[in-house]
């Protein structure tokens, strides 16, 4: 055999023997698939994400905008990486998420964040693997999970976990809806693994389930309506008309992806698939409601829902109570209207206005303290009260 061919062979020996040893590795740790694509692999992705921006659809994202070049190109990101290796996690639920929604006394969290928060979780996997493949193929790597400048999405097609779906997530022919992703990049030279295909077709189903119409067209999401951006990133106030559209979901939204008919073919492939804390599966707005400080961090302690502090929190539980017609929750929201939190206080307003009869709403008002916040007063004047 030629030098150059022996040379060639040795090398393709060693690829195949890293990515084997890599996708080993990946198994062991609980990852329910893993596969290779390369840095170049996205260059529709620039023109995509200048698109999305440009719409102004990142709402109050303004991290999205700043690391837009090194999120659209991972050779920005990282100049020396050579090979880009993308990792899904089953979380598919056991029950159908969606059943909670019918029962407006109890706050709909998300699945994805009924349990420990997926970032550490997965993170924690990723840096073992990243460990043992480090040392083993003698090269540098890095791993990044969801807040890192990399969009984890088309790089997944690319490398073949699924497609991207109407609703933009991506979808698998094995786990439906339900993958959390992460990435390993490094400067070692891997096999690279096929794309998948769009296998949507025509169906529209996630499209027509999202409560806020947040779809401007099939495979473009506007998050300033959806519901997860609403819930969880968005800081101010949140616009008037989308609150009823809201009904309980309290953190995150799941509709678009429970609506796919992909999921049907999805398996509980994993022994160490996250399961839900029971008591985040329906828990009572009228004990949420009475969280202060203290008692959110204990009681969200470990779970991804402590991110957004107990203030954006109530504002969110305050939006389900204003939405639940359950005059019960008339007393806590009353509480909560004198509360320090101007968010808190703005969002009892609203939510008591729905909740009294126009009479004791009137009394109601008639008692108010002293406001000087001007989102507050803004929320009495929306409420017919100048
Ligand atoms: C910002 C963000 C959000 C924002 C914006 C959502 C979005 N779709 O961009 C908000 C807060 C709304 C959000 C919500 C959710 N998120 Co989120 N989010 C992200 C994050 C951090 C960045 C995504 C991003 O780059 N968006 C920018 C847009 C431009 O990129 P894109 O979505 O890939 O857009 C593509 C399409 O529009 C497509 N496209 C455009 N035009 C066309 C035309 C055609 C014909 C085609 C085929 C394609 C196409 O090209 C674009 C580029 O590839 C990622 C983590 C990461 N680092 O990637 C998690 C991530 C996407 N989120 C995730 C999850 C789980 C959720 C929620 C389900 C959480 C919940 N239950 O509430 C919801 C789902 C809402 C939804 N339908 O997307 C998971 C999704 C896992 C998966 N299987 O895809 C990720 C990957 C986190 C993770 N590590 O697991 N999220
Ligand atoms: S997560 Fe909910 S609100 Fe957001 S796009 Fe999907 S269905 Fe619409």
Not at 306 to 327: E, M, P, Q, T, W
Request: hydrophobic share 40%.
């Amino acid at each position: 055999m030629p030098g150059d061919a022996l040379q060639t062979e040795k090398l393709d020996k060693r690829r195949r023997a890293l990515t084997s040893f890599l996708k080993d590795e990946a198994r062991d740790k609980g990852f329910d698939v893993c596969r290779v694509t390369y840095p170049g692999s996205i260059p529709q992705a620039p023109e995509r994400l200048a698109d999305f921006l440009g719409r102004g659809y990142h709402g109050t994202m303004d991290w999205m905008a700043e690391t837009a070049d090194r999120r659209s190109d991972p050779r920005v990101l990282w100049s020396d990486v050579r090979s880009i290796v993308l990792f899904g996690m089953n979380y598919g639920p056991d029950e159908d998420p969606r059943s909670i929604l019918g029962k407006p006394d109890l706050g709909a969290i998300s699945v994805y964040a009924q349990n420990r928060d997926y970032h550490d979780v997965i993170k924690g996997k990723l840096k073992e693997v990243a460990t043992r493949f480090a040392a083993r193929a003698g090269e540098d790597v890095k791993v990044f999970v969801d807040t890192a400048p990399v969009m984890e999405k088309p790089l997944a097609e690319q490398a073949g976990l699924g497609w991207q779906g109407k609703h933009t997530n991506l979808v698998s022919r094995e786990f439906g809806s339900w993958l959390f992703l992460g990435s390993l990049f490094t400067t070692a030279d891997l096999f690279i693994d096929e794309p998948e295909r769009d296998h949507c077709g025509s169906c529209r189903a996630c499209l027509d389930a999202c409560p806020t119409n947040a779809f401007p067209a099939p495979y473009k999401i506007d998050a300033r309506r959806c519901i997860s951006y609403l819930t969880i990133e968005h800081k101010g106030a949140i616009d008037p008309a989308l609150r009823p559209l809201i009904g309980n979901r309290i953190y995150g939204c799941d509709d678009c992806l429970a609506a796919c008919p992909w999921n049907k073919f999805a398996v509980s492939a994993s022994e160490m698939k996250l399961r839900a804390r029971e008591d985040l599966k329906a828990p009572p707005l009228s004990f949420l409601l009475t969280l202060d400080g203290a008692g959110f961090r204990a009681f969200f302690s470990g779970s991804p829902v402590k991110r957004i502090g107990r203030d954006r929190f109530v504002r969110n539980c305050l939006i389900a109570a204003g939405n639940s017609g359950d005059a019960a929750l008339v007393d806590v929201c009353t509480a909560l209207s004198k509360d320090a939190s101007p968010a808190v206080r703005g969002m009892a307003i609203w939510a008591l206005s729905r909740l009294m009869t126009a009479g004791d709403f009137i009394d109601f008002a008639a008692r108010r303290q002293n406001e000087t916040d001007a989102e507050v007063l803004g929320e009495w004047k929306l409420a017919g009260v100048v």
